[in-house]
């Protein structure tokens, strides 16, 4: 009997998590966009290496943990394609979720400012369920010992982005693939999620060391309703930044972040929530370190013209500027 209790309860509790929210929740969105789209990928040409950690809700017991590792790189010879792969894992009580993709990207130049970046993710989901961890008042209950329900889903994710100096603007769909769940007396289902991400960099100065970045996110996961959040961000010379954000009806963020060395950069948020969970939690923590590597600007047949006439040019003037001179020792 308490065999089908525990199995009735999982049922509710996968049923609740197909029709809910099923991607992780991240804030430093405008550090990481290759989070929630892999068209972002190639953007910045070189290599990325991102390491990231949030705790939501913390001091509420079970709540939430996620950890993500992602890179990502352009090739050598075909700049305008990158490829990359990202791995994320969410603990939550007795589940851990953990999803895998690998991505490809390719950016076109629609005209002297603009790129569009097509991005597409292949990968899977796995589910992990620890029932021996379950606090139970029966714990001699043979069902509790050395027991994992685990499942495992195939995955598949899609973008577009829109971008320049000035703009950015992306579109993304993950967990497009449906994929069933199967577990031992049920089958649950991914479902999809849409990401609208867009922005603009405003410059504040004339000698363009600040910039304003107002930026929104919208998300939408049927049947749940959409969610918007909005975030402002004032940069200084690229290197140091401080920002918030806000999701309509569900929480209020700081963020604060900074470049080293032009390539070590490392981000902080802090969600205050603004729903009745704040009466048991202290806020959501989140960071990110991220290494990025430019690659080395290669040249066109133009360039390579170009280089070869200014070396021909020296060589000429070099030669004028010795003769003049051994003529004036002459005399």
Known sequence: MKIKLYTLYIIMFFSLLSIGQQQTLFTNITLHQYLYNPAYAGANKGAQFNLGYR????????????????????????????????????????????????????????????????????????????????????????????????????????????????????????????????????????????????????????KKEWVLQPSMLIRYNNPAPYQLEFNLKCIYKEMFWIGG?????????????????????????????????????????????TYTKSAKKRKTVGDKIQDADEEELNTIDNSIKTNLKNKKDEK
């Open 55 to 206: 705790n939501q809700w913390a001091g509420f017991d079970g709540a939430p943990v996620t950890f993500m590792a992602s890179g990502y790189g352009t090739f050598k010879k075909h700049q305008n394609m990158a490829a990359g792969g990202i791995i994320i894992n969410d603990k939550s009580g007795l589940l851990s979720r953990t999803s895998f993709h690998g991505t490809y990207s390719y950016h076109v130049k629609l005209n002297k400012n603009v790129n569009l970046g097509l991005g597409l993710g292949l990968g899977g989901v796995q589910y992990n369920v620890k029932i021996y961890n379950a606090k139970t008042y029966d714990k001699d209950d043979e069902f509790l010992k050395n027991n994992i329900l685990n499942a495992n889903a195939f995955d598949a994710n899609a973008g577009l982005y829109l971008y320049s100096n000035k703009f950015f603007m992306g579109i993304s769909s993950q967990q497009l693939s449906k994929g069933k769940i199967y577990w031992q007396n049920t089958i649950g289902r991914l479902t999809p999620h849409v990401y609208g991400f867009m922005g603009y960099n405003f410059q504040v100065d004339k």
């Open 245 to 289: 954000a806000y999701r309509v009806s569900t929480s209020a963020c700081a963020m604060f972040g900074a470049t080293i060395s032009k390539q070590f950069t490392v981000g902080y948020s802090y969600d205050y929530t603004t729903t009745a969970l704040q009466k048991y939690s202290s806020g959501s923590h989140e960071i990110i370190l």
